[in-house]
């Protein structure tokens, strides 16, 4: 590496300005929830990177602190969205992958299930909101309208495809021979499954959790769709941050955004060794 | 007990055939080499006889036993892959008791029998080490540990060697053949090494295209080819074959080999088993010539190869190709030409058409 110095100059800069441009929004977004009304409101005169007065009223806010700069009180807190969105996306993501694996696992090294592959993805190729509507109905049909449950379901069914996809392709990737060597020792598939195949999967399992637990989180327009009222999602909740009086409560909504967050960052932390280390099946001749 | 009977054993896969009608007997305790170049159902015959594979086709008996819907886990077989085939998430320890432990041998008589694997294959240090790690050759060791730990009867080896480096390829050639001394299991080895296949084995079974050519033990193999590919396949190089035909001259039958010229007459048992005319194809190793001939193959020299121990001389024209080994002190030039001699005992003829050997009348 004996590359010249303005080059080496050029290069940080390049990469930092791309950096710098990708993270302007998170970082606004987490100077702003710790801002006083008085700076992020359109009758703050300047806006600053850093909060002149740091607080934490927007978070109390949140939480159903009503504040005199506001005004306004909210109907209900944070609580139970963050709670409905905790609830839904961890069990739609565990449907999604518990389905979603026994299928992939199945159609990987049985070829069994014909066309499933493909009618998975029929799912997807429609726009969202032709396949929502039918959804609601039925889902108003079965009792499953606002119920962090009827929506775990829905998340289950939505992101399955994605799980099964990103499984296959893992399970196919893993020799047989493994598992041939295992079953030749006298040991039955299911065991051979829970004890070899599962263990083997678990950065392949940990990378595809996190994508569709990512997918479940953010979602807006389902739950949209399907809650009304005790049980709407971050997300939704977010929306309707917002007053007469003052109009979006920016404050507000960047402390939501914050908390949001941090799910998907503790999470891709937890995983990340799993995600850094890759796949290394049965230390195999490549 | 132990012996494997393969009868008339087929398998296809769709419309494609990967072995076509295999007879072959191995005897209790016997260690045989499959041995083929890739494509030549030598791993298909392998996993028919583990249970992996459902024969098309025949039937395979261990003894007396037939196998057919044994599944492959009650057939005492050992198998060890190309690949290892490691459980990668396990220790070294764990490795080696998983077969054990998954048949509930008890849990102190597991961990003598662990121990002592590890021993026998010098794998003692590393016995509580992630098994993730590992060298390539630590890892093929402790395949092998991991399948002969179960004391099989029947003990299957993938080309298991394919993988590591040349020398430690010698070490475990004497290893497995130590380990089948220790156990006396019935050993079936599949190869494209004909190295590992005529030093490990008791007897070699060459195949190609799906079908067993020649069943016999290495040097019988190696001096009597039954066929045009066996006698190419085996000896590196192999053996020289030239296509010919037989004309009779005043000195005798001799073969017209086309542009290496015409071949010192025939031995008197040749003689009897070929006829004037008949097309055949002429065959010697190349280690069995001598350049001190006055009547035979006369050829230029294309290249001297030395490779230290001896000199491969190439010989060819436009329309033969054939080499010589020789001592490494030959004194030979590009481009000259010289004339080879060959003993009559040394000397392979095949029948053209079917590219089988023709046995010499007596």
Redesign the interface.
Known sequence: MNRSLPFEIFRYAAILSLVALSLVPTLWMASMAFKPIAEWSATGADLTWWPKSPTLDNFRFLFGESSSELIVALDRTAGQPILSSLLSAVFGTLIAMISGTSAAYGLSRFGSGGNLPLALIQLRIFPPMAVMIPVMIMWAFLGLIDTWYGLALVYGIVTMPFAFWLMKTFFDDMPREIEDAALVEGCSRLRVFWKITLPMMRPALASSALFVFILNWSDYLIALLLTTRDWVTIPVYMASLSSSMTGQLYGAKAALGLIAAIPPVILGIAIQKHLVRGLTFGALKQ | MTAIHLENLSKSFGAFTALKGMNLDIADGEFVALLGPSGCGKSTTMNMI???LEPSEGSIRFGERDMRGV????RG???V?????????MSVYDNLA??LK??GVAKAERDRRVKDMAEFLHLTPMLNKP??G?S?NI?QRL?IG??AI?EPAIFLLDEPLS?VDAAFRAVMRTELKHLQRQFRQTMVYVTHDQLEAMTMADRIAVMDHGKLLQVGTPIDVYNNPSNVFVAGFLGSPGMNLLKGMIVRTDLGMRADLGDAGLSAPLSSAQEKSVSDGQAIVYGFRPEHCQLTGDDGIRLPVTFVERIGARTILHLGNKGASIKGVFDNDVVARSGEIVTLSIDHANIRLFDAGSGDAIVEAR
């Open positions: 583990s249970g992996l599944p492959m886990g009650r077989v050992g198998f892959f190309q690949n290892y085939a490691i459980f990668t998430h998983y077969g998954a048949t098994s993730a590992l390539v890892l395949a991991r399948s179960m993988n």
